[in-house]
């Protein structure tokens, strides 16, 4: 027995000395997501522990569990992490409201433009470091284009047109979000282009004349020539039955590019997919473009300095342009102005940021701290409009609820008129 | 003698306590803590901190017809779900219960669905599902039935849940009731067959009634699991198309950590607490007056 305790303490000593001693080794918890950038960053963070000694700990979630992950651990006060990727628009609102961004007083922002930094600044100081930008885009198949002798579409008439052409048992003409909340950022530029909006200045708009026909015309082209199911439908389905061929027209985020050419993954070869610009609409052609992703410092962190060098290097110059050449559209500037990378960069991708960086809404969705929420009651009105082919007697009169309900809610959370 | 006489006069309470410190760490101070946030108004997307609002929170959350349709839904699928289970567990319990050539290998291949991960089920019935590129369409397709939306519409999602439910845990009831019907006597099947009962007739009136208890017991380890629900619903569906597949618990997740009302999402997990409890009271006491 003796010698048992005996044995037992001095393991205990030893690792009380060995817990000592790794107390000396610098070191932080990073939280990335399981997104390309987060991919890339994870595989270069031996670079960084070789060149500063910090040791860094590494986890990687899917987005909506990353949030949960931050919002408990955050809301609970029992938080280790230092640095974080986080979702602007989702979250940046809420974590920002319960204080849980470090103010990043340091950190150079002028490579980044001012509509990308909108988002990351709240009062006079910004919180949150923009990574990654998307905007909406239509992807088609070339050889269906060309078998049916039609062009691609530049304008809403011409989009629902060439979807009631291409449009068949195998094949179905246009494919868009039509999972509820899943949807609402997809269906956001529609409403743009049709003059509309989710929210201004702080008041629930989406019961609009415009966001009303947009509504209808999403529901329309969906109901008539979408995907069986569409209801049901995020861009984790849609991209499946793209990359199978069956469908001509697919409108979503400009970030699926990369993988519905990547030949490991497609039955459709790469010369026949296109990317155009998003199709006007009645009143303008303002698609999306959004900061999707940024990495901010947490404010329980109790290594900020170590954080804010992990944050530097992760937001570098030239792990932007290593992003880049993995065909990640990045947020800083000037990696979209030197010629070297892009020779590299798809063309179409090129093309389609610069209109839409010139002419494109920096918001997909209502901007507030409740935005969950208010994304399912939006998702409600596309669910109806898709499932009546756009015809619902009810649209108008639902619409009116939800923009009730929401405004409710941003009166709730102090953000009404604001 | 007198050194050990404290512990030799407390074993009664020594020896379990861990295990009580244990369930009341771990089990009792959860249940309590959710009951005294469901008295708050804890809402993150305020950034205030909480107070106290007494029923305010149940009176919003009872109110609201989301609330009561997934209460009728959780019903629903619950009811549905367990009563296939239970006949269709029992029919084949009963069926692999005399012996046959292949018997452990047909045991051996009913293990398999209640090993598999929930969320990695889920994932393959999606794919199952789908309604362009999924098996379940093409296999109607080619006996040239007509083809279904399956999950992705309203008004067969449930349905289609109860199907991947029934296929994963129908085994368990199986396996339980096979080891409650390997442990009856022979005896009194016997005499029931010297007296000229049929075959149905004993199975009628001498099984099943000896190895009722044993079901009840399959029964109310499914229904308290069916109650709560998430994992497949969450990976299949995450409550949709809509709020079509919308139970107490995946509403009870989106209140927490989509919408962020803690106080609310505490109310919903009150109720669902109390729905679970009653039930099981309620099939307790069933399985009670079979026994006597």
């Known amino acids: 027995m003796r010698k048992i305790l005996v044995f037992m303490l001095g393991a205990l000593t030893s690792l009380c000395v060995s817990m000592g001693a790794m107390a000396q080794v610098k070191e932080i918890r990073v939280l990335l997501a399981n997104h390309p950038y987060g991919d890339l960053l994870k595989s270069a963070i031996p670079e960084f522990e070789n060149a500063t000694g910090i040791r860094v700990n590494v986890e990687s979630l899917q987005e909506s569990q990353l949030t949960t992950k931050l919002t408990t651990e955050f809301a609970t006060n029992s938080s280790s992490v230092d640095v974080f990727m986080t979702r602007p628009l989702q979250e940046g609102k809420m974590f920002y409201k319960n204080g849980w961004y470090e103010p990043l007083m340091t950190y150079d922002f002028s490579d980044y433009p001012k509509n990308v930094m909108s988002v990351s600044t709240f009062g006079q100081k910004s919180y949150i470091v923009p990574l990654v930008t998307e905007w909406q885009v239509l992807y088609y198949r070339k050889d269906v284009f060309k078998e049916a002798g039609i062009k691609v579409p530049t304008n809403f008439t011409e989009l629902e047109a060439a979807a009631k052409k291409l449009n068949s048992d195998s094949l179905a003409g246009i494919a868009s979000r039509g999972k509820g909340a899943a949807a609402v950022t997809q269906a956001s530029s529609y409403i743009y282009n049709f003059g509309g909006l989710y929210l201004d200045k702080g008041v629930a708009v989406f019961n609009s004349k415009p966001a009303i026909d947009a509504l209808r015309f999403y529901g329309k082209l969906l109901g008539n020539y979408g995907p069986k199911g569409v209801t049901s439908m995020s861009w984790e389905n849609i991209m499946p039955l793209f990359q199978a061929g069956k469908v001509a027209m697919w409108t979503d985020a400009s970030v699926f590019y990369g993988q519905i050419i990547d030949p490991a993954k497609t039955q459709v070869s790469a010369e026949n997919v296109g990317i155009a610009n998003f199709p006007a609409g009645p009143k303008m052609n303002s698609p999306f473009i959004v900061t999707s992703w940024g990495i901010a410092v947490a404010k329980q962190s109790k290594n900020k300095d170590l954080a804010m060098r992990f944050l530097e290097w992760a937001t570098s110059k030239e792990l932007a342009a290593k992003g880049m050449l993995a065909n990640i559209t990045m947020a800083r500037s000037s990696v979209w102005e030197d010629p070297a990378i892009l020779a590299k960069v798809n063309p179409g991708l090129v093309e389609t940021r610069a209109y839409a960086a010139k002419f494109g809404n920096p918001l997909d969705r209502p901007y507030m701290s409740a935005v969950g929420e208010a994304r399912d009651l939006i998702g409600e009105l596309i669910i109806e409009s898709i499932n009546t082919r756009g015809a619902s007697a009810n649209l108008e009169k639902m619409a009116k609820e939800k923009v009730a309900k929401v405004n409710e809610i941003l009166e709730d959370t102090g953000e009404y008129g604001k | ?292």
Not at chain 2, 63 to 73: N, Q
Request: contains cysteine; charged residues 10%.
């Open chain 2, 1 to 292: 003698m007198a050194q050990s006489s404290f512990t030799e006069r407390n074993l009664r309470i020594l020896f379990p306590l861990p295990a009580i410190i244990f369930v009341a760490l771990l089990m009792i101070f959860p249940v309590l803590y959710t009951l005294f946030l469901s008295f708050t108004n804890w809402n993150l997307t305020s950034g205030a901190p909480f107070s106290f609002v007494g029923f305010k929170s149940y009176a919003r959350v009872l109110a609201e017809p989301r609330f009561l349709h997934a209460l009728s839904r959780t019903f629903a699928f619950t009811f549905f779900a367990v009563v296939i289970e239970g006949f269709l567990g029992v029919a084949i319990a009963i069926i692999l219960n005399r012996a046959f050539v292949g018997k452990s290998v047909a045991k051996l291949m009913l293990l398999l669905p209640l090993v598999a991960t929930p969320v990695a089920v889920g994932i393959v019935f999606n794919l199952f599902y789908d309604p362009t590129i999924g098996l379940a369409n093409f296999m109607l397709q080619s006996v040239g039935l007509p083809q279904g939306l399956w999950i992705s519409s309203s008004a067969t999602v449930i349905p289609s849940l109860i199907l991947v439910d029934v296929w994963q845990w129908t085994p368990m009831i199986t396996l339980i009731v096979l080891a409650g019907l390997a442990g009856l006597s022979e005896e009194p099947v016997e005499a029931a067959r010297v007296d000229g009962a049929s075959e149905w007739q004993i199975l009628r009136y001498v099984t099943i009634p000896m190895v009722m208890p044993v079901i009840l017991t399959a029964v109310i380890l499914r229904l308290i699991d069916a109650l709560k629900t998430f994992d497949i619903i969450f990976a299949m569906t995450g409550g949709g198309p809509g709020y079509a597949s919308e139970t107490l618990n995946i509403l009870g997740f989106k209140y927490s950590f989509e919408y962020f009302r803690m106080g609310q999402s505490s109310v919903i997990l009150v109720v669902l607490f109390l729905v679970v409890f009653a039930c099981s009271l309620g099939i307790m006491k069933l399985r009670a007056a079979s026994e006597t």
